[in-house]
Every structure is written in structure tokens, then in C-alpha cells.
């Protein structure tokens, strides 16, 4: 069994990159073989401590055995895994190493940075995982659930202990793989040169990746907007598409790049048909439709939702199109949507939607025929009844025809455009006809 080195909360909302923390901890530790892909393990995207996309860090560590494939590139020279390793015993050596990196690299200097380090010499139950992706995992819990597998450094108050933990605790049931690629420090902070026509093309020639380009909005989302240290990140469910993906935009050469097994896109963090909607989780939830939408402030759109009560779901500004998706839904129509719960106002951030079955929209027709002469009646004024001219014959205001309304949507699937997805949200391209 390898070796577990988690890490996590190096980075900060002006730079620096946990995943590239990886390719310097690689360099660091040359006695040492990578056995398995390096794993990117997002966390609960819904925490408020978070600094940008909630991500830690796993690599699995002892002597290679079995057969060795390529995961990277770091400074021209090939970064190799192997299927199999093996057994270790966590040192302080080791870790003091580790550490040292950490040290070098974490953005220290940030307040909302407390980074934290484990090795392990087994990965912690996966429980530790599935609370930490789906909920809020205090400190000293974490701490139990590693209590006598191995070592732990903290920085600050080591918030990121947590997520170092949580990231060692996955076991994937389903996974998907990301080739991030690092720009040369003399370029950090400047403007990153991908060509937009490379990137648009992606689709069609790497079948397998996903949310490479944001046709709503004509951007390149493979690119961060920080001035962090990653040129780009292209993700996929085939591992072996993606370094070639990588090769075909051109454009500014990466200075190095790691391939990163990950739970991107998987939904890991939803949580299905749960009793209450609690602050800081993601639910998915089934209900019918209570009202029309209205437009808030801001240009957000919400909507009243049936369940467990009534609970308003929201398309935010930034989502764009997807609002016209809520526009379009009527009262009766049943939906099942993923949201995040947001405390106050209580409701759902909508990360994609699902109509089941929509209800007929009826809408005035016309006023009745007389039913002595069969002639059309009028109406005798705003709230009276129909009054035929002819032979005073009277019918009710409830006697009015009625027609079917045609609806600006079908039964299906929406989701948001591929700038406004979260990591882990699965894209409907991944998306199966039953979750």
C-alpha cells in the first residue's frame, strides 16, 4: 500500500495554485514514485472560508512497480506513474520535506490561507470524503478519523488538514481526469495567449472532454482569470485524449503539465431527496412549480418550487441564457432541480433543472356562442357576464373559451453555459438518464 501525502489551502483569491503545489512537491521528492494518477479532490463548494474552487490535493507514494505510465511534464523531463507500489511507512523525514515545500510555495502571507499537510500510511475511512464534499466538517474530526495512520503539519490555525484528510479519504465511484498545464513564473500575471479558435474545436476533435468553451458568452473557459500559475485545465472522461487535447491548442507553451484523476463533474457533493434544505449543502430536489418568475434586482430570476413547503429557486445574472429556462416554466409544470441552499433568502442556486412534465397553459379564446340564437356574445364589462345583443340571453364569465397555450419549452434537460458550472456539477454531457 502507498503512501498518502495530502495537502490542502495553499492558494489565495490573488494567486498561487494547490494543484501546481503538486508539481513542486514531485520535483521535491525524486527518491519517491508516483503510484496511480495524482488526485484533484474538490471539497464542499459551498463553504464561506473557501478561496477559489475548494480543491486539495493527493499523492500516492512508495517504489513503482507493475507497469509505468506518463502523467506529466515538469520542466522537459517526463513525470512517470506506476499501476502499483510497495508498502511504505510515513516518516518524519518525509514529511519534513513535504513540508518544506509547502512552506516555499502556500500563500502564507494571505489571511484566509491556514494550509495543512497529512501522511498516512492508509487513506482514512471514506466517509471523511462524502462529509467533507456534501457538508461541513469540523477540525476535530478530521483529526479522529486519521488519529494513528501517520503524520500532520499545520500552518495557522491548519484549517487545511481537512481538506488534506478528505482529499486522501476518496475512494472514486466515478472519476473523471483533468491535464492542467503551468506557465513559466516570468509569465505569471500576464495576459495568457490560447487561441480561442484551438479551444472551440476541442469538442469535436477529444470527444470525451467537456466545458472547454463558453459559446454563450464567446469565451475560453479551460483558462482561470486569476494570475495564478495554471495556463489551463482541460478536463475529460479519457485520460489518454487529454495530453494530446493539451498539444493541439498551441499558443503559449506550457513550462510544465500534470495529469490529475478528479471528482470534477461528477455531482458528489449533491445531495438526493434530503429531509431539509440546510445552508451550505447542494440538493436535489423533485416538486411542481407554484407561481410564474419574476426578475429581482440585479437580473436574477426566481421562481416559487412545491416541496416541503414552497422554496424559491434562482437563476443568477451570471448564468445568462439559463434564466429564459425559469421564464419559460409555468404553474403545475413538475421539474426536479440541483441547487445550492442559500440561507438568507432561503432558496436554491440552480446548477441545472430537469422537466418532467409540463401543464396545459390555457388562455382566453374568444367569448361563448349564445345558447338560444348562436350568436357570438359580448361582454358586459370588466368582471360581468356575456350578454348576447340579440336576444339578452346571459352566460358567465366562466363560460369563456378558452385555448391551449403553446409552450416555449420542451421535457428535458438544461443546464447553466460552461462559465457559470461549478467544478463539481455534472455537465448534462455526462449526465445519465438516471441518477
Known amino acids: 500500500m502507498p503512501l498518502y501525502l495530502g495537502v490542502d489551502d495553499t492558494d489565495s483569491l490573488r494567486g498561487m495554485c494547490t494543484t501546481y503545489l503538486a508539481t513542486e512537491l514531485i520535483r521535491a521528492l525524486p527518491d519517491w514514485d508516483l503510484i496511480g494518477y495524482p488526485r484533484l479532490v474538490r471539497l464542499n463548494p459551498n463553504i464561506p472560508w473557501k478561496t477559489r474552487g475548494n480543491g486539495a490535493i493527493c499523492l500516492r507514494l512508495g517504489k513503482g512497480r507493475g507497469r509505468a505510465f506518463r502523467v506529466g511534464s515538469i520542466d522537459g523531463r517526463e513525470v512517470l506513474a506506476y499501476t ?49 464534499v ?35 479519504a476518496w475512494r472514486p465511484r466515478d472519476r473523471t481526469y483533468e491535464v492542467l498545464a503551468y506557465r513559466d513564473p516570468s509569465r505569471w500575471g500576464t495576459r495568457r495567449e490560447i487561441p480561442a479558435a484551438s479551444v472551440r474545436t476541442l469538442d469535436a476533435r477529444f470527444p470525451s472532454t467537456f466545458n472547454n468553451y463558453d459559446a454563450d458568452e464567446d469565451r475560453v473557459a479551460i483558462a482561470p482569470r486569476t494570475p495564478c500559475p495554471v495556463l489551463c485545465g482541460i478536463r475529460g472522461d479519457d485520460p489518454r485524449e487529454l495530453p494530446p487535447a493539451l498539444e493541439s491548442l498551441g499558443g503559449e507553451p506550457p513550462a510544465r503539465w500534470l495529469l490529475f484523476e478528479t471528482n470534477q463533474g461528477t455531482d458528489d457533493h449533491v445531495i438526493r431527496n434530503p429531509p431539509a434544505a440546510r445552508p451550505w449543502t447542494t440538493i ?7 407561481g410564474g418568475p419574476r426578475t429581482v434586482p440585479g437580473g436574477h430570476v426566481v421562481l416559487p418550487l412545491r416541496w416541503r413547503g414552497s422554496i424559491d429557486i434562482v437563476a443568477y445574472e451570471p448564468s445568462k441564457g439559463f434564466r429564459s429556462v425559469l421564464r419559460a416554466l409555468a404553474p403545475g409544470d413538475a421539474i426536479r432541480v ?3 441552499v442559500r440561507k438568507a433568502p432561503r432558496s436554491l442556486n440552480l446548477e441545472k433543472l430537469e422537466v418532467l ?51 416555449e419549452i420542451a421535457a428535458g434537460r438544461y443546464e447553466p453555459p460552461v462559465g457559470s458550472r461549478r467544478h463539481l456539477a455534472m455537465p448534462l454531457k455526462r449526465w445519465p438518464l438516471v441518477r
Open 84 to 132: 502499483r507500489g510497495t508498502e511504505a511507512v510515513p516518516s518524519e523525514a518525509l514529511a519534513g520535506d513535504a513540508a518544506a515545500v509547502v512552506e516555499r510555495w502556500a500563500a502564507l502571507d494571505d489571511p484566509t490561507t491556514n494550509p495543512g499537510l497529512v501522511l498516512l500510511r492508509k487513506p482514512p475511512p471514506p466517509g471523511l470524503y462524502w462529509r467533507a
Open 134 to 168: 456534501r457538508d461541513v466538517v469540523p477540525k476535530r474530526d478530521a483529526l479522529r478519523s486519521i488519529r494513528g495512520l501517520g503524520l500532520r503539519r499545520e500552518w495557522k490555525n491548519g484549517r487545511g488538514v481537512i481538506g488534506a484528510a478528505a482529499a486522501a
Open 284 to 290: 436535489q430536489v423533485s416538486g411542481t412549480v407554484l
Open 338 to 340: 440541483v441547487g445550492a
Open 357 to 407: 412534465r409540463l401543464a396545459r397553459v390555457l388562455r382566453p379564446g374568444g367569448n361563448p356562442s349564445c345558447t338560444e340564437c348562436g350568436r357570438r356574445m359580448k361582454s358586459a364589462g370588466r368582471g360581468g357576464p356575456y350578454r348576447c345583443r340579440r336576444c339578452g340571453t346571459r352566460r358567465p364569465r366562466s363560460d369563456a373559451i378558452l385555448v391551449e397555450s403553446r409552450r
